[in-house]
């Protein structure tokens, strides 16, 4: 099992808790209120059973229209969050209404919990945002400074994209039937993006875009839509049912435009990589072929012809000397033997009587004569024919 450290448990709660409780309301009774130097306002919501700490920053608590007191029941318009120092959670309070004359948070939670269970909310039906946008339609008022913010990061960012401007109203009695009636016709125009928006307001001003009619036209759309209405803070129907929530019209640019400056250095990144991984591959090939070119040499037909010349080389001279040295033996032979035949020879014999038999000029033996044969006898100055008359066995032979 990991180990955590304390810090690191408090942060995955943390982004658990912010993640999972980003919108919340509540209504409880309001306790220890305690208005801090800097602006923020710190106090306890509690019911009959259990209370929970809470906390308005300046900014939001700066947009209240009346005090808040011990005692008082609210509505609160609230995200969860985790004070990591303590390890505590707390509410972040975006607004806070009194409670029983919120009649339009009323009729907002209905709304939405009515849709969420028709599977407006689902997120397995959202649509994802192509990463290069060629054509965007933009559902906004055209005299309003969220269009002007929009068109002014669509410059920094990405000039490529061509941006259409489908004027409407975004408050009051007609607002939301020309909402959803833009956004019909401008899912059948082969646009890449739809984007819903408006600046901040109140609840009432941005009231048209949580009319059941406005989200019915973006949950039947084909084109993916961004709904961009209003600050961070505020979270309205067409948040929950929009591909994507933008906490703001500039930030919706933010998101669907990819970067021109980043595409640039990303490109100059992949140019380098390319580089790179091309002289990686070419040495690599390189190195393979001088490998290939090495084992071409030492088992080439010219290699092993060389190596073969060599070995027939190398025989020729052991063959040559081994000629020589059968020669010398062969030498030394035939000298033995003539030393033998002239120390043989009739005429290298002294003793007297001594002469040699043949018979038809072949040396033969005397056992081999029969009575009456004729015969040699020679001597190294003399040859006389005769007759065998009488054979005697030389007795001491025997």
Not at 153 to 181: C, M, T
Request: neutral net charge.
């Amino acid at each position: 099992m990991h180990t955590l450290s304390v810090s690191s448990l408090n942060e995955q709660i943390k982004s658990l808790l912010e993640s999972s409780f980003q919108q919340l309301l509540i209504e409880g009774e309001l306790s220890r209120i305690t208005f801090h130097n800097s602006g923020h306002i710190y106090f306890t919501l509690k019911d009959d059973s259990s209370t929970v700490s809470a906390v308005m920053f300046r900014g939001n608590a700066s947009r209240l229209k009346f005090r808040l007191e011990e005692g008082m029941k609210v509505v609160i318009n609230a995200a969860l969050t985790l004070y990591k120092p303590r390890g505590s959670y707390q509410l972040n309070c975006f607004s806070i209404e009194p409670s029983g004359q919120g009649a339009l948070a009323l009729a907002y939670e209905q709304l939405k919990e009515k849709l969420s269970a028709q599977g407006y909310f689902a997120q397995e039906r959202k649509k994802s945002l192509p990463k290069f946008p060629q054509k965007i339609a933009l559902i906004t008022s055209a005299t309003g400074a969220a269009l002007q913010d929009m068109l002014r990061v669509a410059e920094n960012r990405f000039r490529a994209v061509v941006i259409d401007v489908y004027d409407v109203l975004v408050q009051g009695e007609s607002a939301a039937a020309q909402i959803a009636n833009a956004v019909s016709v401008a899912d059948t125009k082969a646009y890449d993006i739809l984007i819903v928006s408006r600046g901040g307001g109140s609840m009432e001003d941005l009231w048209a875009f949580n009319e059941e009619v406005v989200a019915h036209a973006i949950f039947r759309s084909k084109t993916p839509i961004i709904s961009a209405v209003g600050h961070e803070i505020d979270w309205l129907i067409s948040d929950f049912v929009a591909d994507v929530r933008a906490p703001t019209p500039s930030a919706a640019m933010e998101i669907c435009l990819p970067d021109t400056n980043e595409l640039y250095q990303t490109l100059d990144t992949l140019q380098t990589q390319y580089r790179q991984n091309l002289n990686q591959i070419i040495n690599s090939k390189n190195q393979e072929l001088q490998h290939l070119k090495n084992l071409f040499s030492q088992y080439s037909v010219s290699k092993k012809l060389e190596l073969k010349t060599e070995e027939v080389k190398q025989l020729q001279g052991r063959f040559h000397e081994m000629i020589a040295f059968k020669m010398q033996n062969f030498t030394k032979e035939l000298e033995h033997v003539q030393m033998l035949l002239r120390a043989n020879h009739p005429k290298h014999k002294t003793k007297k009587g001594f002469v040699q038999l043949s018979q038809n000029h072949k040396v033969i033996d005397i056992a081999t004569l029969k009575v009456d044969d004729i015969f040699e006898l020679q001597s190294e100055t003399m040859s006389v024919s005769a007759q065998v008359l009488t054979l005697k066995q030389n007795l001491e032979s025997k």
